[in-house]
């Protein structure tokens, strides 16, 4: 049968109870022993059967403690087994009252006692049965010897009136019943009193304790401050964002912690007596680990439990990813406008450049005096080279600003690289560049092999172009491999390819069914690498760090990559060459 973990933890309280009542016991044996020495001093320590039998008595009170105290810890009814300690004890006391006297012993008083710690333990009935019992005893001792029924102790004083005896009784027995009753009244006020304590011990308990895991677990960084501005509390988070330890931050300033955060907190006390709810800001932040960050910082009061406000509460978090995709969306928004007007205007620009081209080329050829000068011969092939670069300007943008509809298919990319560096190694350009290829074999990629070979074409010919002024080693590195880590959002899922020619009530497309597969495709080079302020810029379009560069290829490169449903990085440090990454969703590896 099972036992409910309530139940078993008041059986161990019980059984600790009992413990208690034993030694309880043990202290009423070694007082009885106490008195009977005191007074067998008294008594000149003249030696009688009366006080061998209260030595006696004692003996066997230590034993019968011995004996409770090894059973205590195995008895299955810790209330049966409390009542028979309690028989045990009257017997003990009847004892001793017999031998050191009767009705006129000194021990009579542990009556009272034994009756008194038993109504700890008993309830209303077992109280009454112990009270029974100590006046049942204490009558034997008084009416047996005076009837005969036991033997006179040599100490005893008999000769009272029967009547007079049962009155002394009577009292006597009354009130054992009546201090036994108030005692267990007590005792069960006492303990109902400490259930309440320990269940709202316990609640608060769990209250702090759940408190103490929400601030431990909540993903925001949260401070508290006291009315200087104090930091008196740090969460776990908060450490982690600021890279400082809790025990350092309590008890520093919190605009030394976080600069500008003060302001937030002057705003949130002014937002408060405007009923405006809580201050909120956003506010650059580097670390103690020197990352640079966005912080979103939101402030509140703090109250005391008389409702005034002793300090605020400041929860932020890192925000820098948000920045970044507010100003990458601005940045989409603001070039979405321009490229649509540029695309309008570069159609326009066509037409007058093909005419002015056509016209240039009809003197060149004709048979008068412009075309026999060789100054204006010269100053004509300027226009005519300066038109035809205008035109290839105007067609790459033309591509990036209105890029062809995807048609997809199987690539193989490990394939697809190895012939495009067999053909770039052909090339009169390609200047001999130490080539490294670690490409995962039957990699594949639903995606426009044409478009696709434009990304990586492009990516290697700058890595090329990048080398071409390097004086020591050039080498080239391109890496391909599957990933189920690489965990990537698809930037344009509504330009997915779906290979089967099916909707996606159909079944959806390939590259949905592909699962969490990734590839990862790198390009590294050992040229001299790209600052910092390059680097966040090398992706816009018309920006370039080529003297005759259009700026439109890296941005093509990307515009296709998203439109693939991918995304491409960049990695550089000056002196260390540049490494472009490009993560492709929905790969199958062979």
Wanted: with cysteine; glycine share 12%.
């Amino acid at each position: 049968m099972r036992v409910s973990l309530a139940a078993a933890t008041s059986i161990d309280r019980d059984r600790t109870g009992l413990g208690y009542l034993i030694g309880g016991r043990l202290l009423l044996a070694g007082l009885s022993l106490g008195l009977a020495v005191a007074i067998d001093r008294m008594e000149g320590g003249s030696s009688h059967a009366g006080i061998w039998g209260v030595y006696w008595t004692v003996i066997a009170a230590f034993v019968a403690t011995i004996v409770s105290a090894s059973m205590v810890h195995r008895t299955a009814d810790p209330a049966r087994f409390a009542t028979s300690q309690v028989g045990i004890d009257v017997t003990i006391v009847t004892a001793l009252v017999y031998f050191s006297g009767g009705g006129e012993s000194f021990f009579t008083f542990l009556y009272a006692l034994v009756v008194l710690y038993g109504a700890l333990f008993l309830d209303r009935g077992g109280v009454a049965l112990s009270c029974a019992l100590a006046g049942g005893g204490y009558g034997m001792v008084l009416f047996g010897v005076e009837l005969g029924w036991l033997p006179s102790a040599p100490s005893d004083d008999s000769g009272r009136p029967l009547v007079v005896l049962f009155a002394y009784w009577g009292f006597y027995a009354g009130a054992l019943l009546v201090l036994g009753m108030l005692a267990n009244t007590l005792s069960a006020e006492l303990r109902a009193t400490g259930a309440a304590l320990d269940r709202q011990t316990h609640d608060l308990r769990r209250l702090r304790d759940l408190h103490l895991l929400t601030v431990e677990s909540i993903g925001s960084g949260l401070l508290t401050i006291d009315a200087d501005g104090v930091v008196t509390s740090f969460n776990p988070e908060a450490e982690r964002i600021t890279g400082m330890a809790g025990e350092e931050a309590v008890g520093r300033a919190l605009e030394d912690l976080i600069p500008g955060a003060s302001e937030v907190v002057t705003a949130s006390a002014a937002a408060r007596v405007e009923e405006r709810g809580a201050g909120r800001g956003r506010l650059p932040y580097q670390n103690v680990r020197g990352e640079g960050l966005f912080l979103g910082l939101a402030a509140s009061g703090l109250n005391d439990e008389d409702g005034q406000q002793v300090g605020h509460v400041v929860i932020f978090q890192d925000v820098t990813g948000v920045v970044g995709m507010e100003q990458e969306l601005r940045r989409s928004e603001r070039l979405a406008a321009v490229g649509e007007m540029a695309a309008r205007m570069a159609h326009e620009i066509r037409n007058p450049l093909a005419s002015i081209s056509g016209s240039v080329q009809v003197l060149q050829s004709g048979p008068g005096e412009v075309a026999r000068d060789p100054e204006h011969a010269r100053l004509m092939d300027i226009v005519v080279r300066e038109v035809d670069r205008l035109n290839v300007l105007i067609s790459d943008f033309l591509r990036y600003s209105r890029p062809a509809p995807i048609k997809p298919e199987r690539v193989d990319l490990s394939a697809m690289i190895t012939d495009l560096a067999e053909m770039a190694r052909s090339q009169a350009g390609f200047g001999g560049a130490e080539v490294s290829l670690d490409l995962e074999k039957g990699l594949c990629v639903i995606a426009d092999p044409s478009q696709l070979e434009a990304v990586v074409w492009n990516l290697w010919n700058n890595a090329i172009e990048a080398m071409a002024d390097t004086t020591g080693p050039r080498r080239l590195a391109v890496r391909l491999a599957g990933s189920r880590d690489e965990a990537f959002p698809m930037q344009n899922p509504a330009q997915v390819p779906d290979p089967t020619g099916r909707n996606k009530d159909d079944g959806g497309s390939d590259l949905a069914r592909c699962g969490g597969w990734s590839a990862v495709l790198e390009v590294e080079d050992s040229g001299p690498g790209l600052p910092p302020e390059a680097q966040e810029q090398i992706f816009e379009p018309f920006f370039t760090t080529k003297e005759d560069g259009t700026g439109l290829g890296l941005s093509t490169v990307q515009r296709l990559v998203e439109q693939h449903g991918g995304a491409i990085s960049v990695r550089s440090r000056p002196g260390e060459g540049t490494c472009f990454r490009v993560v492709l969703a929905g790969a199958e590896a062979a």
